[in-house]
């Protein structure tokens, strides 16, 4: 359920850097549906809307992608009118796993 902010702005629940676990993350990250989003919110290095990726699959399934990711704390998600933002959480997650993202990034092969 979304959180209302302020009268314009919606931000869906994000999990707080220090409860996000290496399992919750890697978990995340074993789908390569998933993977292709990191990898592209990675390399642009700006946020997102959720339509601006080009994705192999409904947009039921997408938006289920999304959710996974923004769950296991890789993204944070929030509006811009009746878009939905997706920003990579990239100095948090490399704070918490040095590295990691960039290996991610790295040896994807999809």
């Not at 592209?40 to 339509?51: I, K, N, P």
Request: net charge neutral; aromatic share 4%.
């Amino acid at each position: 359920m979304a959180v209302r902010t302020s009268g314009r702005e919606r931000v869906p629940p994000h999990p707080d850097v220090r409860e996000i676990s290496l399992q919750q993350v890697l978990e995340a990250l074993v789908d390569p549906v998933r993977r292709l989003i990191v990898g592209e919110l990675y390399a642009v290095g700006r946020d997102l809307s959720c339509g601006t990726i080009d994705l192999p699959v409904s947009k039921s399934t997408a938006t289920h992608h999304f959710n996974v990711l923004r769950e296991a704390g890789l993204i944070r998600q929030y509006y811009v009118g009746t878009s939905r933002m997706n920003a990579l959480r990239r100095e948090e997650i490399d704070e918490a796993f040095p590295g990691l993202l960039q290996a991610v990034v790295a040896g994807r092969r999809d």
